[in-house]
């Protein structure tokens, strides 16, 4: 596959369905870093993360007799939000497969923004199995979160548009849970970045991207206890070689350092991130050395986070 | 005085020290709003709100002498933070009367922009009296947050930026403590808006400025039981008329309108701004008739605000 192409076409794509976010700069936190950042904001996006890119660019390649059939997905976060907008946007029907015990303000947001919720257990293999069940009934197309090229591609065109906004980029951070941002932002970066390299921040508590870099093969996580619940995930077989391939290296932060950069952030950038957001930024204040004096772009993934619950 | 020469000047004059703040819309509060909104972002002012902008215009127009002997206001909120700021763009000291139990980040906050700190008793009368202690001793000019005409052109800038990008705006509304932001707001509205009235929106618990309006004279208050801290104090003599003049109406909003107003706002835009820059939304909310279907700016004043102590 051209990837290069793909990402080209994929920002042509979307581009009427969602927003072409804003950069940020704070001259504080560049002094508390060492480094000059710039902060993509994907919390402002459409459905309020990231998610919506590749969500968008998967459906929008859909045949027409597919489109009839609609798409499945299963995730009780911001894909699914981002699943059930798109489908909206294009006209299509949108089956969610959400665990029971998912909050009822996400099953609401879902339903909010057009998408059909179909509950299952909250195991894993439940929730596939449920999918799996509705693919039958309804004929509808099959969405992965994070492991689909069209999903991995369409994450892909945030960093474009920051490395057109700003082409000089040194390096490139992202968090990293299901694999499907970092390796399209990797790709971004090796296709329009000028020897740009891509790392991402993890949660050491979900420590699995960076094990599997280092054993080569994917490895998955006996617990998920972090904060950042939008990492919890673990890689796929469609960006695990893209990510080996492309990332130079996983920078793992704990969850104090997560909450202590998601206050820096709040506080100096005035912006509401979700925990998830703020790993990339930990990673960096983390291991400084590493991006001294360097020009950095972090994306920030995303805003949807429960105000009566912030751990400050 | 020409107030339309003056706030030409003052934009010019200020533009090299703050920022040009972005404008945010959001679709799912103007539903709920059943009007068009367009938020003006004080919040990403420089030191995080609009005082930003009278401070630096009243410093800018100091005399040579005076700029050598400094500047003293008394505050312990966000004018305190923007004289020192401002004092240190052009290179002059400010001298900041704050009240002993002023939380101690807030004192940080002023010297670490480098303003020299005096600490006061709490009253209005000690503070003002130590302001005038230091006037005798330094010579610095005392500049007042919201009453000094400079101070209140200063303000009106945020407005003619947002009508400059939006120049059909139908209505304008502010917070009201001072009355320095809503004075400047109102006259900029009145010169360069196309018919476009100026409102304000102002806590039940401090209503003040109601009243003064009512009655036809300043009214002060006897409790300033309100989480929006910025607006617990009362009109001066230079802002009044203006008001009394240039603003149509004030609309009081209750404790728990300002926090719901707060929260749809931080989850919506995705932004942080704090409880003062609330009450503006929470009276379009309140008196919705008044607004429907109408183009309405909003300034949201700030965005400094205590994480830990969240109404939320």
Redesign the interface.
């Known amino acids: 596959m051209n990837f290069k192409e793909e990402l080209l076409k994929a920002q042509k794509r979307i581009s009427p369905y969602i927003h072409n976010t804003?950069v940020l700069t704070s001259r504080l936190l560049n002094e508390i870093a060492g480094a000059e950042l710039y902060f993509k904001c994907e919390?402002?996006q459409k459905m309020?993360a990231f998610k919506m890119r590749g969500a968008t660019n998967a459906l929008l390649q859909l045949t027409d007799v597919q489109k009839t059939r609609g798409v499945v997905t299963h995730s009780s976060g911001n894909f699914a939000q981002a699943v059930a907008l798109a489908a909206r946007n294009i006209g299509i029907k949108a089956y969610i497969v959400m665990p029971k015990n998912t909050p009822q303000v996400k099953k609401e947001a879902v339903i909010g923004y057009g998408g059909i919720v179909i509950e299952s257990e909250s195991t894993p293999i439940a929730r596939e199995e449920k999918a799996e069940a509705v693919l039958q009934e309804t004929g509808a197309t099959f969405v992965h979160p994070s492991n689909d090229i069209p999903v991995i591609i369409g994450q892909g065109t945030a960093t474009m548009e920051l490395l057109k906004a700003h082409p000089d980029l040194e390096a490139l951070i992202t968090p990293v849970g299901g694999g499907g941002l970092l390796g399209g932002t990797a790709l971004a970066a090796h296709y329009f970045g000028k020897n740009c390299p891509t790392f991402a921040g993890e949660p050491q508590e979900v420590d699995d991207a960076y094990r599997s870099l280092k054993s080569g093969k994917i490895e998955s996580n006996k617990t998920t206890d972090t904060i950042a619940d939008g990492l919890r995930t673990q890689l796929g077989d469609n960006n695990f070689p893209i990510i080996q391939k492309y990332v130079s290296a996983i920078i793992c932060v704990s969850e104090s350092e997560i909450i202590a950069a998601m206050?820096l952030i709040?506080?100096r950038l005035?912006?509401?991130?979700e925990p998830s957001s703020a790993v990339a930024f930990a990673a960096v204040l983390k291991d400084k050395n590493r991006f001294k004096n360097k020009k950095v772009g972090l994306i920030l993934s995303g805003?949807n986070v429960d105000?009566?619950n912030?751990p400050?």
């Open positions: 804003p919390n402002f309020g206050k709040w506080e005035k912006i509401v991130v805003g105000l009566a912030l400050f």
